[in-house]
């Protein structure tokens, strides 16, 4: 009998994260989704399964918590649920000054954005270097393109992602796996990113994607095993411009755009 592999997505539970497990299901992949506790991921397994015909499972935990990536790699394992796609997609923005935020902000943050994506990856890799046609997509953003005034410590996490997905992708080059790192652009995930773009003005609008819409296009380029995909012309005019442009004249540029913007 073939066996059934699945697809584990972290922040399954609304915004991009549900976008890509839609997507996925509507692909007929098998899904693992595993977001905060609450009532909203039972409901989404429950409606995936029936509109799509696939399995979905559930997990619910605080991946910040210092054992909460080993016990996801658990729960994977004592159910026998062989996971072939790892979508590391939790993490946690946000804008304004330095100082706007407190210290436990910025360990939640790093901790979600940075260590649970790493040691995800850590405990997965070797099983999925061993499966055929397996992948790790990473969920960076277009913040990780430089070094973001207001957005600090977001846009250093994102550019961190980017770095260890490529190096990751290279050291894995020779087994079945394909690490592809996605760079999306603003999206309309939920209210306070909707305000953060609208607070951007008629740039912010235009740049701005339907989640379900990206994730269209990231799946697909993850299912392709590009090594990074950026989802549209903005995208990848950045990062081209990215490429030619001094940092100092970039910092400033970035640092003009959201200093007048109220943080959240
Ligand atoms: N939105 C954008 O404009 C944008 C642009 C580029 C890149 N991205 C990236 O895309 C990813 C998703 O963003 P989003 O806007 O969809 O975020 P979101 O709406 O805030 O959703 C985040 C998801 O992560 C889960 N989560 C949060 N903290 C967690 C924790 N400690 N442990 C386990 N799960 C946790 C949440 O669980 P609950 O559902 O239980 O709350 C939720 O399902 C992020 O990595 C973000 O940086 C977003």
Same mark, same amino acid.
């Given at each position: 009998?073939?066996?059934?592999?699945?697809? &584990? %997505?972290?922040? =399954? !539970?609304? *915004?991009?994260?549900?976008?890509?497990?839609?997507?996925? $299901?509507?692909?007929?992949?098998?899904?693992?989704?595993?977001?905060?506790?609450?009532?909203?991921?039972?409901?989404?397994?429950?409606?995936?399964?029936?509109?799509?015909?696939?399995?979905?499972?559930?997990?619910?935990?605080?991946?910040?918590?210092?054992?909460?990536?080993?016990?996801?790699?658990?729960?994977?394992?004592?159910?026998?649920?062989?996971?072939?796609? &790892? %979508?590391?997609? =939790? !993490?946690? *923005?946000?804008?304004?000054?330095?100082?706007?935020?407190? $210290?436990?902000?910025?360990?939640?943050?790093?901790?979600?954005?940075?260590?649970?994506?790493?040691?995800?990856?850590?405990?997965?890799?070797?099983d999925l270097s061993r499966i055929e046609g397996s992948r790790i997509l990473n969920i960076?953003?277009?913040?990780?393109?430089?070094?973001?005034?207001?957005?600090?410590?977001y846009s250093t996490t994102k550019g961190f992602i980017y770095g260890f997905s490529r190096?990751?992708?290279?050291?894995?080059?020779?087994?079945?796996?394909?690490?592809?790192?996605?760079?999306?652009?603003?999206?309309?995930?939920?209210?306070?990113?909707?305000?953060?773009?609208?607070?951007?003005?008629?740039?912010?609008?235009?740049?701005?994607?339907?989640?379900?819409?990206?994730?269209?296009?990231?799946?697909?380029?993850?299912?392709?095993?590009?090594?990074?995909?950026?989802?549209?012309?903005?995208?990848?005019?950045?990062?081209?411009?990215?490429?030619?442009?001094?940092?100092?004249?970039?910092?400033?540029?970035?640092?003009?755009?959201?200093?007048?913007?109220?943080?959240?």
């Open positions: 009998m073939k066996e059934r592999y699945f697809t &584990l %997505i972290t922040g =399954a !539970g609304r *915004g991009f994260g549900r976008a890509m497990a839609r997507e996925c $299901a509507r692909r007929g992949m098998d899904l693992l989704l595993t977001a905060l506790p609450g009532e909203k991921l039972a409901a989404l397994a429950q409606s995936l399964q029936e509109e799509f015909s696939v399995v979905a499972h559930y997990y619910e935990t605080d991946l910040t918590r210092p054992e909460g990536p080993g016990e996801l790699y658990r729960w994977t394992k004592e159910n026998h649920y062989p996971v072939k796609v &790892l %979508i590391n997609n =939790a !993490g946690l *923005g946000a804008v304004g000054p330095f100082v706007s935020k407190d $210290a436990a902000f910025y360990g939640r943050q790093v901790d979600l954005n940075v260590r649970v994506l790493v040691l995800l990856s850590r405990l997965f890799v070797e960076s953003s277009l913040a990780c393109l430089a070094p973001m005034p207001y957005k600090i410590v190096a990751l992708r290279t050291e894995y080059s020779q087994t079945h796996l394909r690490v592809c790192v996605a760079i999306p652009g603003p999206m309309h995930t939920n209210a306070h990113v909707t305000k953060r773009i609208n607070d951007q003005g008629f740039m912010g609008r235009a740049i701005a994607w339907q989640p379900e819409r990206a994730a269209r296009i990231c799946i697909n380029g993850m299912m392709k095993g590009k090594a990074f995909i950026l989802p549209g012309f903005y995208e990848k005019f950045s990062f081209l411009a990215e490429k030619i442009m001094p940092l100092s004249l970039k910092l400033r540029m970035i640092a003009r755009s959201f200093r007048n913007n109220p943080p959240s």
